[in-house]
């Protein structure tokens, strides 16, 4: 079966020089920024995504080689073979890959390999169990481990389940990174496109406090009048 180093070698085949570079400005790789010393191979994610299911048998073993690699492509595309595995797997297999995405946050380390991933893994899972576990990734000292938890629960919002998205928003509200910020208001604009009436009442109790980049992604949908309103609120 072919293992970890053939995907990394078809993965170096699709690199791009030239669209290595502007990945890395445009997911903040220079020092002090969130994606410090990150490592770009300039290769695109639908790109990713046909070498993702050209492996879509890949160990768990392979996947953490792939995961613990300093290019950023090969994480994505372990997290793109893991997402696959899951979506196909029975019950026992998708508890061992849940269990494999939390033993391995560390390196979920940017907003894109969070943002693919944690609802279609960790949501879909949790959904008919105990949550507690968002709760302590809300209280983690990384943002990406927060980021999971709130994004995790777009699943929850696809069922009509808001309370968990309302609950993390509330807790991480007075968070100092504006990468929560978007999440929670992203999570938020999902709520309410489902149920107006939940983002509405948030707004009502929170606007007044909530960050502006949070305010903003959460109220993106809103029709001009509603907008206004709570932009000057």
């Known amino acids: 079966m072919p ?3 053939q995907i990394k070698s078809d993965l170096k085949k699709a690199a791009n020089p030239e669209k290595a570079v502007l990945l890395a400005r445009f997911f903040k790789t220079g020092k002090g920024e969130y994606g410090e010393g990150d490592i770009f191979w300039g290769i695109t994610v639908p790109a ?3 070498i993702a299911k050209k492996y879509s048998d890949a160990t768990l073993d392979d996947i953490r080689k792939l995961l613990s690699e300093p290019v950023h492509e090969c994480r994505l ?3 793109l073979i893991l997402v696959q595995q ?3 797997g029975d019950d026992d297999v998708r508890k061992n890959i849940a269990g494999f ?3 391995n946050t ?4 940017n907003w894109d390999l969070v943002d693919l991933t944690a609802d279609k893994i960790l949501g879909h899972y949790l959904m008919d169990k105990d949550r507690a576990i968002l709760y302590k990734l809300a209280e983690s000292t990384s943002i990406w481990e927060q980021r999971i938890a709130v994004i995790s629960t ?3 919002i696809k069922n009509m389940d808001f309370n968990d998205t309302l609950s993390l928003c509330e807790k991480l509200m007075d968070h100092k990174h504006d990468l929560i910020h978007k999440a929670t208001g992203w999570m938020l604009r999902e709520a309410g496109k489902k149920d107006l009436n939940v983002l509405t009442d948030f707004l009502d109790k929170h606007s007044k406090s909530m960050p502006r980049t949070m305010l903003r992604y ?3 949908k809103l029709d001009d009048k509603q907008r206004k309103k709570y932009m000057l609120k």
């Open 3 to 5: 293992g970890y180093r």
């Open 48 to 50: 990713q995504r046909e």
């Open 77 to 79: 595309t372990a997290l």
């Open 86 to 88: 899951y979506s196909k």
């Open 101 to 103: 995405y939390l033993a």
């Open 106 to 109: 560390e390196m979920i380390n």
């Open 154 to 156: 777009h699943h929850f």
């Open 218 to 220: 959460a109220i993106e």
